[in-house]
């Protein structure tokens, strides 16, 4: 095997991109920016959206058709997830979105810039359930502090997960950064968001019978150069 990758599983994948390829790369997101990933397809959009963990895509897929004026920013640690999905988004026709294979930790602290994005959304990362995996998490204080930072004020970062403990450590974690206001306030989360898209393991967790959190934290206005 060459670099550790089962060659059955790389003959299986379809390289060959339906339309147009919408993959970028992180060196591109930090030479012309968010907007100039989309410049050529939608100039002044209404909302810049940010999805990390697409997983499927299905969540993705399903929001940039329902909001053609908005540009969506995926971004996956997967090659294959990104592949699959370039290739779902090249049948669907669609311009607003661009998907980069990166760690969406690095890519919101290194080449965000501050006040830039409308919406951040995180569906159900991966618990890590184990404590000595705990770090690995992506919900973590850095990576709170550093979305909100993003965020122009007003703007909210979206959290689903499953797994109880995992809730828990969401809860308190935004709730210490004083950058934000928990939009379901006095609740921690919901159990049930009214109108919201389902991700295709949100669909598989209820079909098992599992909980669900969601999260909405509300950017404020404080100087985040205060906090």
Avoid at 1 to 18: Q, T
Avoid at 146 to 163: M, P, Q, Y
Avoid at 164 to 179: F, G
Wanted: charged share 30%; proline share 6%.
């Amino acid at each position: 095997m060459v670099g550790g990758a089962d060659p059955r599983m790389a003959r299986s994948l379809k390289y060959e991109i339906p339309g147009t390829d919408r993959r970028s790369d992180a060196l591109e997101l930090a030479e012309i920016g968010f907007d100039g990933l989309f410049s050529t397809d939608l100039d002044s959009p209404e909302e810049r959206v940010l999805e990390i963990g697409f997983g499927r895509g299905e969540f993705l897929l399903e929001m940039a058709a329902k909001r053609p004026r908005s540009v969506f920013l995926g971004i996956e640690i997967s090659f294959k997830r990104v592949l699959k999905m370039a290739r779902k988004v090249g049948r669907a026709e669609l311009l607003n979105v661009r998907l980069i294979e990166a760690r969406g930790e690095v890519v919101l602290s290194d080449l965000i810039p501050p006040s830039s994005l409308d919406e951040i959304w995180v569906n159900f990362s991966d618990p890590w359930p184990k404590d000595r995996h705990a770090r690995r998490r992506v919900i973590q204080p850095e990576f709170v502090k550093n979305a909100a930072k993003s965020l122009v004020a007003g703007g909210f970062l979206h959290i689903a997960t499953d797994d109880v403990p995992y809730a828990h450590q969401i809860a308190e974690t935004l709730d210490a950064e004083l950058l934000f206001e928990n939009a379901f306030s006095p609740h921690a989360w919901l159990p049930e968001v009214p109108g919201r898209v389902q991700t295709g393991y949100e669909i598989d967790w209820r079909a098992a019978g599992r909980p669900l959190h969601f999260f909405a934290s509300r950017r404020n206005s404080v100087n985040a150069s205060a906090c």
